[in-house]
């Protein structure tokens, strides 16, 4: 079989413009669901705290696609790989949505700025006041600090998939290789960036919402649900894609055989690093640490455990182990959208269980996953748009569509 070295002339690689009218129609369905999720929260009680619970955990799952997508595409320069470039447009395209995140952690920075305490304990004046540790705390655990933080965050990310998008589109102008051989020399710094960044986040918005609970691998295992949901999420786009008539030659068996190595391999290190912080704190038994799993391991928060030992961990690892289901794209998406749940569901267990009560799942977080879910979904599409979905001009072109998997 004669290898392909270049584009198929019948090949579609631009979205049809009936995907802006969808972008519009998402849009209403986020921001509809978000505002019945706030209108929602006053018929309940505690409501309100568990809105924002609701909405901080599907911001995060959402974020987080973002952010394991801009790992993926800064790695893959890195590396210098040509395997892909095929599937390497998908990656810019989710990580070229990260300035809208920033957008949508407003109502949360602003509730922090003002001093309510609803989601952070460590913001609440009160609670502080009769709190040694946390007065501790309190010279990085304070609004201001933590709004300048987010911001540099933000900015750090936003620059990144910036500077990777506009070298990227501008390559399939000019087909210069400079714009290549730059994102390459920029690719060891935005790592280490990009590292740093994410380890703080985690802390920020999740950690410290126990604020007398502390895990230097917290920002690792938050790292490593990144990197598998934004896998999962690549898988799946592609496979949608590839249903709808787009991409049909350039993404191949080869291409989703290499996703779901690494899909397989980032499940397998989420599940080390899950294990190595539950190991150590165990084995120090230390009360101030152990009191984060006791809470994990009590009114009904057992069952999501063990639910995430043997869905986020054993099954896909069983079940991605065979080569064909690697190979085979339709049950490849089959464990992606399964990991993407069990993704939204340790992002569940990690920060719902503050609040006080057992695991009830309710429709406020539906709601806002469903708000989130649109938004994102909208804002992809509309940078998708009128872009080309494979980098047409790129010099690793010809290298990732004659790609064979051995």
Same mark, same amino acid.
């Given at each position: 079989?004669?290898?392909?070295?270049s #584009?198929?002339?019948?090949?579609?690689?631009?979205?049809?413009p009936?995907?802006?009218?969808?972008?519009r129609?998402?849009?209403?369905?986020?921001?509809? *669901?978000?505002?019945?999720?706030?209108?929602?929260?006053?018929?309940l009680?505690?409501?309100?705290?568990?809105?924002?619970?609701?909405?901080?955990?599907?911001?995060?799952?959402? /974020?987080? %696609?973002?952010l394991?997508?801009?790992?993926?595409?800064?790695?893959?320069?890195?590396t210098?790989?040509?395997?892909?470039?095929?599937?390497?447009?998908?990656?810019?395209?989710?990580?070229?949505?990260? &300035?809208?995140?920033?957008?949508?952690?407003?109502? !949360? %920075?602003? /509730?922090?700025l003002?001093?309510d305490?609803s989601?952070?304990?460590w913001?609440?004046?009160?609670?502080?006041e009769?709190?040694?540790l946390?007065?501790?705390?309190?010279?990085? #655990?304070?609004?201001?600090?933590?709004? !300048?933080r987010?911001l540099?965050?933000?900015?750090?990310?936003?620059? +990144?998939?910036?500077?990777y998008?506009?070298h990227?589109?501008?390559?399939d102008?000019?087909?210069?290789? @400079?714009?290549?051989?730059?994102?390459?020399r920029r690719?060891?710094i935005?790592?280490?960036?990009?590292?740093?960044?994410?380890?703080?986040?985690?802390?920020?918005?999740?950690? @410290?919402? $126990?604020?007398?609970?502390?895990?230097? !691998?917290?920002?690792?295992?938050?790292?490593?649900?990144?990197?598998?949901?934004?896998?999962?999420?690549?898988?799946l786009i592609?496979? @949608?894609?590839?249903?709808?008539?787009?991409?049909?030659?350039? +993404?191949?068996?080869?291409?989703?055989? $290499?996703?779901?190595?690494?899909l397989?391999?980032?499940?397998?290190f989420?599940?080390? !690093?899950?294990?190595?912080?539950?190991? #150590? +704190?165990?084995?120090?038994?230390?009360?101030e640490?152990?009191?984060?799993?006791?809470?994990?391991? @009590?009114?009904?928060?057992?069952?999501?455990?063990?639910?995430l030992?043997?869905?986020?961990?054993?099954?896909?690892?069983?079940?991605?182990?065979?080569?064909?289901?690697?190979?085979?794209?339709?049950?490849?998406?089959?464990?992606?959208?399964?990991?993407l749940?069990?993704?939204?569901? $340790? %992002?569940?267990?990690?920060?719902?269980?503050?609040?006080g009560?057992? &695991?009830?799942?309710?429709v406020?977080?539906?709601?806002? %996953?469903?708000?989130?879910?649109?938004?994102y979904?909208?804002?992809l599409?509309? +940078?998708?748009?009128?872009?080309?979905?494979?980098?047409?001009r $790129? &010099?690793w072109?010809?290298e *990732?569509?004659?790609f064979r998997?051995g």
């Open positions: 079989m004669k290898e392909r070295e #584009l198929s002339v019948s090949e579609v690689t631009c979205l049809s009936s995907a802006v009218c969808w972008a129609r998402l849009a209403a369905v986020g921001v509809g *669901s978000l505002l019945l999720s706030f209108l929602a929260s006053f018929a009680r505690d409501g309100f705290s568990r809105f924002l619970l609701a909405y901080l955990v599907s911001f995060c799952f959402c /974020l987080s %696609l973002s394991g997508a801009l790992f993926f595409v800064v790695l893959q320069h890195l210098r790989a040509g395997w892909s470039v095929a599937v390497r447009r998908l990656g810019e395209i989710l990580a070229a949505a990260l &300035p809208v995140w920033s957008l949508l952690f407003l109502p !949360i %920075l602003f /509730l922090v003002v001093g305490g989601l952070y304990p913001n609440d004046a009160a609670h502080v009769h709190d040694p946390l007065q501790a705390k309190q010279p990085y #655990l304070n609004a201001p600090f933590f709004a !300048i987010a540099l965050y933000f900015a750090v990310w936003a620059w +990144i998939a910036r500077f998008w506009r990227s589109l501008a390559q102008e000019t087909g210069d290789k @400079s714009h290549t051989l730059a994102m390459q690719a060891g935005s790592l280490v960036a990009f590292g740093l960044t994410v380890t703080f986040a985690s802390f920020d918005w999740l950690m @410290s919402l $126990d604020p007398h609970w502390f895990s230097t !691998i917290f920002g690792v295992y938050f790292f490593a649900g990144c990197v598998v949901a934004a896998f999962a999420a690549l898988v592609a496979v @949608s894609l590839q249903k709808f008539g787009y991409l049909q030659d350039s +993404i191949t068996a080869d291409h989703y055989h $290499d996703l779901g190595k690494l397989f391999g980032f499940t397998f989420w599940g080390y !690093i899950a294990f190595s912080q539950y190991m #150590l +704190i165990w084995y120090a038994d230390i009360p640490e152990t009191v984060w799993y006791l809470t994990r391991q @009590s009114h009904g928060w057992a069952a999501i455990s063990l639910f030992l043997g869905g986020h961990f054993l099954l896909p690892f069983c079940g991605l182990m065979p080569r064909r289901a690697k190979r085979n794209k339709r049950v490849l998406a089959a464990w992606a959208a399964w990991l749940v069990m993704h939204w569901v $340790d %992002l569940y267990w990690l920060a719902v269980p503050h609040a009560s057992g &695991p009830a799942f309710s406020l977080d539906l709601l806002c %996953l469903a708000g989130m879910a649109g938004l979904g909208a804002v599409l509309r +940078i998708a748009a009128d872009r080309q979905l494979i980098p047409r $790129d &010099p072109l010809a *990732s569509l004659a998997n």
